[in-house]
């Protein structure tokens, strides 16, 4: 009788002590994954502005072409002018040639 007592009470601690591992093993997964949710977080966060940053840099070069297009743009005019310029020298060079040909 005494025998069945100390294994029931022996039985009833084995069962305890599981319940508490078992409680400290949930809490320390739980502890795992909220630290792993926020380490997640964070490298989303840091990933977001290393894309910015990347895209901020691969616009660089297109804002400096975007600053130098008004120079080439003033510049252009010119050019155009001084083609236009040939051309009606040509076309008056032209129409004096034939003019002088037709007198003759």
């Given amino acids: 009788m005494i025998s069945l007592f100390f294994n029931k009470m022996n039985f009833k601690i084995n069962v305890f002590i599981c319940r508490c591992t078992?409680?400290?093993?949930?809490?320390?997964?739980?502890?795992?994954?909220?630290?792993?949710?926020k380490n997640r977080e964070e490298l989303e966060?840091?990933?977001k502005q290393y894309k910015?940053?990347?895209?901020a840099k691969q616009?660089?070069?297109?804002v400096q072409s975007l600053e130098m297009k008004?120079?080439?743009?003033?510049?252009t005019p010119n050019q155009i002018n001084q083609s236009l310029v040939k051309i009606l020298?040509?076309?008056?060079?032209?129409?004096?040639?034939?003019?002088?040909?037709?007198?003759?």
Avoid at 59 to 62: Q, S
Wanted: hydrophobic content about 30%; proline content about 4%; aromatic content about 12%.
């Fill in 22 to 37: 078992l409680k400290q093993e949930n809490e320390e997964k739980t502890n795992v994954n909220m630290l792993y949710k």
């Fill in 45 to 47: 966060r840091k990933e």
């Fill in 52 to 55: 910015k940053e990347v895209e």
């Fill in 59 to 62: 616009l660089e070069p297109t």
């Fill in 70 to 75: 008004p120079k080439t743009t003033r510049n």
């Fill in 89 to 104: 020298y040509f076309k008056l060079y032209f129409i004096n040639v034939t003019y002088n040909i037709l007198l003759i």
